[in-house]
């Protein structure tokens, strides 16, 4: 039989890659925005190289078998997000200034310390947390928890938790924290647990239509109590893409459960029937209706208000268009013209300097991490394992999709970031996280089936709950 092998230097050789290619990043913007390249212009990338080698190691030593491309390409992306926001902080400082500008000043210096921190919490998730079934003990606990995360930037006023319209945040003199982005991962934890109890329950079908199997009206409270809470989000939070994302999350976590396509075509009646409710009763109700119905007319058309209301999406397509196939260079654009581009529009910063090409190799890193982590999530041999990282990778890939629909003119803007490239400690955390919980359970799926060893013994519940044989649960 051949031997499984851990492709843990692989996994070294790509994190080495991943951080030339920072460093060439931070050259070249120190040559567009200075016309040098200063002597320090490497320290940040080998900061980044050192934080993201630690975990490497720790990855060699706690999860040999997980998946090497994951950290190599989580790496680059937190890497080119720090490179940019380095490069925001330069364009923002008076010319005479930014050639002594320190290299842990400024945006791009709190999110090198963020991003220190985010590796160091997910590394203590992957020593806590030995096998990913551990989760399944505590789900109704996080399920919980994930609600009133949720919930309490909604019952907060306004003054504590609004930014630019939307109630996302947490806010206590100088600190501010973004709950729904760990609460995304509870939530899931639970999702996966509740639907590996009720997979034969909610499989069952009443009839069929057009060839499609339909679900008994009974087995629809769970998705009902979900639209629900994710129309409370878009009502009193006054966030699309939050309200999306749970919604998103549950109903394909349910149909990976399920294989049922109808839950698919339900959720997408609900979410959308939903969202035009409260464009209809924003336009004749107003009060909590009222912003969701002006993002939804900014959106409809922006340039009718080009320098007010509409202001920053007709900046961030300008500037988009201004960058065209190739862009204008590293450093060579003009960051300080677009409204928030060190957070919900960085994307379009990024895309007016390497250009749709660059854009999309960047979409291409994103794809690549999804895809691992959904060929993890058929590789696993339990069923709790499969429904949490499917609905993880999915997350992520939705979470971009949100984001550069938003930017782009697709679906109406949103306030979240773009996974490891904006500003901000939470959004950092929570996805570093969610790369810890896809390294356990790639290293699950990967690890060789030996008569003692953890990926043969369920870590909590009952077998036939954690435990199926994959073709008892999904079929890959």
Same mark, same amino acid.
């Given at each position: 039989?051949?031997? *499984? ?20 990043? *931070? ?23 050192? %934080? ?7 990855? $060699?030593?706690?999860?040999?078998? #997980? ?11 937190? /890497? ?11 364009? @923002? ?11 842990? *000043? ?24 030995? +096998?990913? $079934?551990?989760?399944? &003990? ?32 947490? $806010? ?5 924290? @973004? ?29 069929? %239509?057009?060839?499609? +199997? ?41 149909? !990976? ?8 075509? !339900? ?29 939804? @007319? !900014?959106?409809?058309?922006?340039? #009718? ?10 900046? /961030? ?28 529009? !960085? ?33 696993? $041999? ?32 949103? /306030? ?24 356990? %359970? ?13 990926? *043969? &013994? ?19």
């Amino acid at each position: 039989m051949r031997l *499984a092998r851990s492709r843990r230097n692989a996994e070294l050789s790509l994190l080495l890659l991943a951080m030339v290619l920072v460093a060439a990043y *931070a050259a070249t913007v120190e040559a567009n925005v200075l016309d040098t390249v200063t002597p320090d212009f490497w320290i940040p990338a080998a900061a980044l190289g050192l %934080v993201f080698l630690g975990l490497h190691v720790v990855i $060699r030593w706690l999860a040999p078998f #997980a998946d090497p491309a994951l950290l190599p390409a989580v790496a680059l992306l937190n /890497g080119i997000g720090v490179g940019f926001l380095r490069r925001y902080d330069l364009a @923002q400082a008076a010319p005479e200034e930014r050639e002594g500008l320190a290299i842990f *000043a400024g945006t791009g210096g709190r999110q090198l310390a963020w991003t220190l921190g985010a590796v160091v919490l997910a590394a203590a998730l992957l020593a806590i947390m030995r +096998d990913h $079934r551990s989760l399944s &003990r505590y789900a109704y606990t996080l399920g919980l928890a994930g609600i009133v995360l949720v919930m309490i930037p909604a019952v907060l006023p306004g003054r504590f938790s609004e930014i630019n319209g939307a109630k996302l945040w947490i $806010r206590l003199g100088g600190f501010s924290i @973004q709950p729904g982005e760990f609460a995304k991962l509870a939530l899931l934890a639970f999702f996966a647990y509740y639907l590996v109890r009720k997979r034969e329950v909610l499989s069952l079908a009443s009839r069929r %239509v057009l060839g499609i +199997d339909f679900p008994r009206g009974r087995d629809l409270g769970p998705v009902l109590v979900v639209w629900m809470i994710s129309l409370l989000v878009l009502v009193f939070e006054k966030d699309l893409g939050t309200s999306l994302l749970y919604f998103g999350m549950f109903v394909v976590t349910l149909y !990976i459960a399920t294989e049922r396509v109808s839950w698919l075509l !339900i959720g997408l009646i609900l979410f959308f029937g939903g969202a035009y409710l409260a464009y209809v009763l924003g336009s004749t109700v107003g009060g909590p209706f009222a912003n969701f119905y002006d993002r939804a @007319q !900014i959106w409809l058309d922006p340039f #009718a208000e080009p320098y007010d209301r509409g202001y920053q999406l007709v900046q /961030g397509l300008l500037t988009l268009g201004t960058g065209g196939l190739f862009g204008a260079g590293p450093g060579g654009g003009q960051p300080t013209l677009l409204p928030e581009v060190q957070t919900d529009f !960085i994307f379009a910063g990024i895309g007016e300097e390497i250009g749709l090409f660059g854009l999309s190799a960047l979409l291409v890193i994103y794809l690549l991490i999804v895809e691992r982590g959904l060929r993890a999530a058929l590789a696993v $041999r339990d069923s709790f394992g499969k429904l949490l990282a499917g609905g993880l990778a999915f997350t992520l890939g939705l979470q971009v999709f949100v984001i550069v629909g938003g930017i782009s003119k697709l679906i109406p803007l949103t /306030g979240q970031t773009t996974p490891f490239l904006s500003a901000g400690g939470s959004s950092l955390m929570a996805n570093w996280l969610l790369i810890a919980v896809l390294l356990r %359970v790639s290293d699950g799926a990967r690890r060789p089936v030996t008569g003692g060893g953890p990926a *043969a &013994r369920p870590a909590g519940g009952p077998p036939e709950q954690l435990h199926g044989a994959p073709t008892e649960v999904i079929r890959p």
